[in-house]
C-alpha cells in the first residue's frame, strides 16, 4: 500500500500539497528553509502560537492558489502594488468577467481596496470610472504607476509597440539568445507592418519597453 505524505495537523486536516518525501531533493531543501524561517522569525512566541500561524498561512494560501487565475492576479498585486480591471485582463491575458469576479474575491477576503477612481479620457464613451485596486500596503507611487500604466494600455500605439517589443524579445532572447538591438532595426520591424501611426512614435514606445524587460538597445 502507497504510504500517505501528506501533511497532517492536530485537527486531523492534511494538506496534500506537500510531500514531506519529494524526490526533488532540492525543492524540500528550500520548503523546509521557508518553514524554518518562519519558525524562527520571532523566537518569543511559543511554538503552539506559531503552529497556529502556519495552519492559518496554509489555509489562505489554499483559497489563493488553488484556482491559477487567482493566483496570477494575487501574485501581480503583490508584485506591483495596484492595477486596474483592465491592466490585470491584458497582462494576464483574462476575460473580464474573469477579472473583475477575482477583484471582488479578493476584495470580499480584505486583501485590496479601491484606492481611486481614474477620470475618463476625453472623447470616451463615458460609463463608470476606472477604478485602481491597491493591494493593502500599497505606496502612493505604486497606486501612481498604475494609473500611467492604465492610460498608457487605452493608446492604441502603445498596444502595438508593446505587441512588436514582445515578438522581437521571443525572437531575440529566447530563440536566438541575443540581449541587443539597434534603433534602426526596431525602425525596419515597424516599416515592414505599415502601421498608420508615425513610425518613430512607435520606435520610441517599443525600445523604452524593450529596456524596461532587459533589452539593450543601440542608438
Not at 489563493?64 to 492576479?73: H, L, R
Not at 474573469?98 to 475618463?120: D, E, F, H, V
Not at 505604486?142 to 514582445?166: D, F, G, S, T
Amino acid at each position: 500500500m502507497e504510504e500517505d505524505t501528506s501533511l497532517k495537523f492536530e485537527d486531523g486536516r492534511k494538506f496534500k500539497g506537500l510531500n514531506i518525501f519529494s524526490d526533488d531533493e532540492k525543492n524540500l531543501v528550500e520548503i523546509i528553509n521557508f518553514f524554518r524561517k518562519l519558525v524562527l522569525l520571532n523566537e518569543n512566541i511559543n511554538l503552539g502560537i506559531k503552529l497556529r500561524n502556519i495552519q492559518e498561512l496554509i489555509s489562505f494560501s489554499e483559497k489563493i492558489f488553488s484556482s491559477q487565475s487567482m493566483a496570477e492576479v494575487f501574485l501581480y498585486f503583490c508584485l506591483h502594488g495596484a492595477s486596474t480591471g483592465l491592466i490585470l485582463q491584458l497582462e494576464n491575458n483574462l476575460s473580464e468577467a474573469t477579472t473583475y469576479r477575482i477583484l471582488k474575491r479578493l476584495y470580499n477576503m480584505g486583501l485590496i481596496y479601491p484606492a481611486l477612481k481614474i477620470s475618463n479620457i476625453r472623447n470616451s464613451k463615458g460609463g463608470p470610472r476606472p477604478i485602481v485596486w491597491a493591494i493593502h500596503g500599497a505606496s502612493n507611487e505604486e497606486i501612481a504607476n498604475a494609473v500611467r500604466l492604465h492610460m498608457k494600455k487605452l493608446n492604441p500605439k502603445y498596444l502595438i509597440a508593446e505587441k512588436l517589443a514582445q515578438t522581437i524579445l521571443d525572437e531575440y532572447l529566447n530563440k536566438r539568445q541575443i540581449n541587443e538591438i539597434t534603433y534602426r532595426e526596431i525602425l525596419i520591424h515597424i516599416k515592414e507592418l505599415r502601421l498608420p501611426y508615425r513610425t518613430p512614435d512607435i520606435a520610441e514606445i517599443t525600445a523604452e519597453y524593450l529596456l524596461e524587460n532587459g533589452m539593450k538597445v543601440w542608438r
